[in-house]
């Protein structure tokens, strides 16, 4: 593989919005809420679809259940 081929990651993980991204590119491709959220019971229903922890968009939908 050529160096030329090789494109720098860039990630910026702002307090309210997350962005990703490749060197020299205009505009993020990636565009997510910087937000990590915690079921408020968790019991034996982990493992059953549910999760230890929700991350972005996902943890933004189930806040307040």
């Given at each position: 593989m050529c160096d030329?081929?090789?494109?720098?990651l860039?990630?910026?993980n702002?307090?309210?919005?997350?962005?990703?991204g490749?060197?020299?590119?205009?505009?993020?491709?990636?565009?997510?809420?910087?937000?990590?959220g915690?079921?408020?019971h968790?019991g034996v229903?982990?493992?059953?679809?549910?999760?230890?922890a929700?991350v972005g968009?996902?943890a933004?939908?189930?806040?307040?259940?």
């Open positions: 030329d081929d090789v494109a720098a860039v990630i910026d702002g307090s309210g919005i997350c962005k990703a490749f060197a020299g590119d205009d505009n993020p491709r990636v565009l997510f809420p910087s937000l990590v915690r079921p408020k968790v229903l982990v493992g059953m679809g549910r999760k230890d929700y968009d996902e933004q939908n189930k806040r307040g259940r």
